[in-house]
C-alpha cells in the first residue's frame, strides 16, 4: 500500500525530531508499503521568516514573500532525505517544483491546480522514500508559491489523492481530534472516529489540528485521513465518511477561533447592491469573510456587522476606504472569539441551540452574533469569556463523559 505521512513544524523541530520521524518513516516503510512523506518548515521558521519580510515594510511584495517562505520546507526536506540515506534507506527530496504541484497565481495563499506525478512514481518505482516540501508549488509560468495557512496538510491530501494513498497520515504534537482543546479544558476526551463534515465544521470554527481546506479535499477526494503524535504510538482518530460511523453523538465537539476581528458598518445606504459592491471588493483582495449580520432596513439605512480573520484587519481597513463617504461609520473590534459546537447529530435533535444559549446566558456571557448550519452552531463572544464558554459547552453536552 502506498502511505503518504505528513510531519509538522513541532516533529521536525530539530534534527534530534528529524531523527525520530526517519525511524517512524523505516518502522511503516519496513511494513511492506511505499512512502512518500510531506514535511513542515521547523516549528516557528515560518514566522521568523515572515518576519524578515517585514522588516522593510509591513506590505512586502507577495512573489518575493513566497520565495522566501518556501525555503524552510525545502530545509526540513533535505535534512529528512540526509537521516534516512544515513539509516540505510533510499530517499530523495524534492521541492513542491519537483513533486508536480501546480497552483494558481495568488501568492501566499495559491490553491493547488493539480499534480504531475511521474517523478515521484518514477522515484516510488526505484525505491526511494520520497520527501517533499510541504505549503508549496509553482505555477505554470514557474512561479513559486505558498499554499497559506496549513499548506503542508493540503499537500499531503492532495498528493495522497494524485497518487490514490491507501491512507493520508497526519503527524502532529497531539495524539487525534478531541472533544475540545485539552488545553482549555482537561476533561475533553479523544474522538476515535469524526466525519468529513464534523471535521471541516471544527477545522473551520478553529481547531487547529487540522484545517478546513485540507479536510474539504481530503472528503472531495475520499482520502482516508488519520491524525495521530508523531511522539507516541497512541491510535490516532480516523476521519471518515459519514456512513462508516456507527454512534454519532448530537455533538461531538467544541470549537474556539481566537482570530476572530468584527467590522460594523453603520448606516449603509439600504440599496439594492449595496452588499454585493461590499463584499465583492472584499472576496477581490482575498479576504475570508465569515460570519454575517445585515439589520432590517431603518430610514434608508441599514447595519452591516461581519467577521474577519485578526490577519486581515489592516487589508480590509483599506478595501473599505472607497465606502467612507457612503456610511456614518466603519469599526473594527478585535477584542472578541468566536466559540463554536459540531455533531451529525443535530440533524435529528431540537433544542440543541436553545440549550447553549441558556447555558452561556447563565453564565453570564452575552452573545453578539450567531451562525448555523446543519450540524454546526456558532456564536460570537467577548474574547475574555471564549475560555470560560468553551468549558461550559462542554459541560453542558456531556462531552467529558
Request: charged fraction near 25%; proline fraction near 1%; include cysteine.
Given at each position: ?27 511503516t ?24 519580510t ?136 479523544k ?24 479536510v ?52 449603509v ?61 466603519i ?26 444559549f ?19 452552531i ?18 453542558v453536552y456531556?462531552?467529558?463523559?
Amino acid at each position: 500500500m502506498l502511505i503518504v505521512q505528513k510531519y509538522g513544524g513541532t516533529s521536525m523541530g530539530d534534527c534530534d525530531r528529524i531523527r525520530n520521524v526517519a525511524q517512524r518513516v523505516i518502522k511503516t516503510k519496513s511494513q511492506g508499503h511505499d512512502m512518500v512523506v510531506v514535511v513542515s518548515a521547523m516549528s516557528g521558521d515560518t514566522d521568523r521568516l515572515i518576519g524578515y519580510t517585514q522588516q522593510f515594510t509591513s506590505l512586502p511584495n507577495t512573489r518575493e514573500v513566497d520565495m522566501v517562505l518556501s525555503s524552510g520546507e525545502r530545509v526540513t526536506a533535505a535534512l529528512l532525505a540526509i537521516a534516512l540515506e544515513s539509516m540505510g534507506v533510499k530517499a530523495i527530496s524534492l521541492s513542491g517544483r519537483g513533486a508536480g504541484i501546480i497552483t494558481d497565481e495568488i501568492h501566499t495563499k495559491a490553491r493547488i491546480n493539480y499534480i504531475d506525478t511521474t517523478k515521484i512514481f518514477q522515484f516510488i518505482n526505484e525505491g526511494y522514500v520520497v520527501v517533499v516540501a510541504g505549503f508549496q508549488g509553482i505555477t505554470p509560468k514557474g512561479e513559486v508559491t505558498t499554499l497559506g495557512r496549513g499548506g503542508s496538510d493540503l499537500s499531503a491530501v492532495a498528493l495522497a489523492g494524485a497518487l490514490n494513498a491507501g491512507m493520508c497520515e497526519i503527524y502532529t504534537d497531539v495524539d487525534g481530534i478531541y472533544t475540545t482543546d485539552p488545553r482549555i479544558e482537561k476533561k475533553a476526551k479523544k474522538i476515535e472516529k469524526i466525519s468529513y463534515d464534523e471535521m471541516l465544521e471544527l477545522a473551520s470554527m478553529g481547531a487547529k489540528v487540522l484545517l478546513n481546506r485540507s479536510v474539504e479535499l481530503a472528503k472531495k477526494l475520499n482520502v482516508k485521513l488519520v491524525s495521530r503524535s508523531s511522539f507516541s504510538d497512541a491510535e490516532g482518530t480516523l476521519i471518515t465518511k459519514e456512513e462508516d460511523i456507527m454512534e454519532k453523538p448530537i455533538v461531538s465537539g467544541v470549537a474556539l477561533d481566537n482570530n476572530q476581528a468584527r467590522v460594523s458598518i453603520a448606516d449603509v445606504q439600504d440599496r439594492p447592491g449595496i452588499a454585493a459592491d461590499i463584499f465583492g471588493s472584499l472576496a477581490d483582495n482575498n479576504i475570508n469573510v465569515d460570519m454575517i449580520v445585515q439589520t432590517i432596513g431603518r430610514d434608508g439605512k441599514t447595519d452591516i456587522d461581519f467577521t474577519i480573520p485578526k490577519t486581515e484587519v489592516a487589508i480590509t481597513q483599506k478595501v473599505l476606504e472607497r465606502f467612507k463617504d457612503d456610511v456614518q461609520s466603519i469599526e473594527y473590534d478585535n477584542d472578541i472569539a468566536k466559540v463554536s459546537i459540531v455533531g451529525v447529530g443535530m440533524k435529528s435533535h431540537s433544542g440543541v441551540a436553545s440549550t447553549a444559549f441558556r447555558a452561556l446566558a447563565q453564565d453570564n456571557i452575552n452573545i453578539m452574533m450567531i451562525s448555523t448550519s446543519e450540524i454546526k452552531i456558532s456564536m460570537i463572544i467577548a474574547a475574555d469569556f471564549a475560555k470560560r464558554a468553551v468549558q461550559t459547552l462542554h459541560s453542558v453536552y456531556d462531552l467529558d463523559k
